[in-house]
């Protein structure tokens, strides 16, 4: 079965500054997504970043980078230049390929930002 | 982009009545949603896998005659509580997969706050 870890419960960063989310997960497949979403406490689910395993390249958005090491299975999340809009739990998530494949999450990380 | 709109938002219920919860995807067509239970300051935990003209997948532990998932089209997926007490307070979310799409993000609708008193 797969799964998600999470082991860090909270973090806080200083407004501007760079933090680090990490997750770790196990599976048997060789395709497969991981993602880390964001949930504010409007307690939508926001996407964040994505990540195909197939892809050597580490996946960026903006202020959001992943480093994706497989061979560790290992998928953490970086956070430039934090803002206070930053603040918000943060899951990540698994998904094989393929249709019907559902989501496993971590246990997530509240995450905080100092003004 | 794709939308999945949930319904009701929040809803207050007495012990012992049914609710029902709606997720509809509105510009797409979805044979997959999935539906998951929050805890305050917890993960998402998977309920049931609902597939269109079938019966869902309840994962282990979720009592299907209690949490009722029918999917009848492809767009619209429903989980009614039936006979809800105070312990199945709790947040619900559905997410929906795009039948031309499988290996997109999944798309999440905002979930339903339930409150049994």
């Known amino acids: 079965a797969q799964t998600v870890t999470q082991s860090q419960p909270e973090m806080s960063v200083q407004e501007a500054e760079t933090v680090t989310l990490s997750c770790t997960y196990d599976t048997s497949e060789s395709d497969y997504y991981l993602f880390w979403y964001k949930q504010p406490p409007s307690r939508q689910m926001i996407l964040v970043i994505r990540?195909?395993?197939?892809?050597?390249q580490n996946a960026t958005e903006n202020r959001f980078s992943v480093n994706f090491q497989k061979a560790a299975k290992s998928f953490s999340l970086k956070i430039s230049d934090s803002q206070l809009g930053d603040a918000a739990m943060y899951f990540c998530a698994y998904r094989r390929g393929g249709a019907n494949s559902k989501l496993t999450f971590g246990k997530g990380i509240t995450l905080s930002v100092r003004p | 982009g794709a939308v999945v709109s949930q319904h009701p938002s929040r809803v207050i219920c007495k012990s012992g009545t049914s609710v029902k919860i709606e997720c509809r995807s509105l510009?797409?067509?979805?044979?997959?949603m999935f539906w998951y239970r929050q805890f305050p300051k917890q993960s998402l935990m998977l309920m049931a896998t609902?597939?269109?003209?079938?019966?869902?997948?309840?994962e282990q532990g979720v009592e299907k005659d209690k949490f009722l998932i029918n999917h009848a089209s492809l767009t619209l997926s429903t989980l009614t509580v039936t006979s809800a007490h105070p312990e199945d307070s709790s947040f619900y979310i559905c997410?929906?997969?795009?039948?031309?799409?499988?290996?997109?993000?999944?798309?999440f609708g905002n979930g339903t706050r339930l409150t049994v008193t």
């Open positions: 997410s929906a997969e795009d039948l031309d799409s499988y290996n997109s993000p999944l798309h």
């Open positions: 990540q195909e395993a197939y892809k050597q």
């Open positions: 609902s597939n269109e003209g079938s019966k869902a997948t309840y």
């Open positions: 510009d797409f067509q979805a044979t997959t």
